[in-house]
């Protein structure tokens, strides 16, 4: 069975200080790969995806991540991190034949500190 | 509308009670989506629409749920004989489908408490 982990469950980091999520998949075959925030009180949207082409994708709010097809990873970086960034990160897998229906990572909590 | 609302935004029931829970898509939209948010498990898919295709009911977790689309636009999931552990955030999502248009909008959920 198809799996998606999210290696931390709680980061906690300062202004301006790096992140770096790691986010790892299992399946076999050919996936469309998605990190998607939910700031406090608000829902889910999406930071970026990856379907296919280049591997380093760029999303909104300065976030980026890679593909790295050998090892079954899309992590997601920031450079920078700002307090407004804290907020619930999900990764999520959808297989290409599977109609788009997401499995999600279990969310990694991240709180910026001013 | 400009997103995907869902209602209502909280529904607290009795164990044993049905109930309804709503999602209007993003006009245009053909695929739909439930999902739920529990602290146990996490995000869970349920349930898809597509279009006139038989639904893909793969995620619904017994089958106490279950889900209709009517006229390929508002959804409606149902929970009979409600239980504490049916307890989280029903989350509705839409999106385009063809094209390679793989984008999901989430709606803002409904947050069901069994008592």
């Known amino acids: 069975a198809q799996s998606v982990s999210q290696h931390n469950h709680h980061v906690i980091l300062s202004e301006a200080a790096s992140l770096e999520l790691g986010c790892n998949y299992s399946?076999?075959?050919?996936?469309?790969l998605f990190w998607y925030v939910q700031y406090p009180g608000q829902h889910l949207q999406l930071l970026l995806k990856?379907?296919?082409?280049?591997?380093l994708v760029k999303g909104i709010k300065g976030f980026e991540a890679e593909f790295i097809k050998s090892k079954f990873s899309f992590n997601l970086r920031k450079p920078s991190v700002q307090w407004s960034d804290t907020a619930e990160y999900f990764c999520?897998?959808?297989?290409?034949?599977?109609?788009?229906?997401?499995?999600f990572g279990a969310g990694t909590q991240v709180v910026v500190t001013p | 509308g400009a997103g995907v609302s869902q209602s209502p935004s909280n529904k607290v029931t009795e164990k044993g009670k049905d109930v309804e829970l709503r999602c209007d898509p993003i006009?245009?939209?053909?695929?739909l989506y439930w999902y739920r948010q529990s602290l146990g498990q996490g995000l869970e898919f349920l349930i898809y629409?597509?279009?006139?295709?038989?639904?893909?009911k793969s995620g619904l977790p017994s089958d106490r749920f279950s889900a209709e689309r009517t006229g390929g636009s508002v959804s409606t999931l149902t929970i009979q004989r409600t239980q504490q552990e049916d307890s989280a955030v029903y989350l509705c999502?839409?999106?385009?489908?063809?094209?390679?248009?793989?984008?999901?909008?989430f709606g803002p959920g409904t947050r069901l408490t069994v008592l």
């Open positions: 399946y076999g075959g050919t996936v469309n």
């Open positions: 990856y379907f296919s082409g280049d591997p």
């Open positions: 999502a839409s999106r385009l489908a063809g094209g390679g248009i793989y984008e999901q909008f």
């Open positions: 006009s245009g939209h053909t695929a």
């Open positions: 999520a897998v959808s297989p290409t034949d599977s109609g788009g229906k997401l499995q």
């Open positions: 629409f597509q279009g006139n295709s038989a639904p893909d």
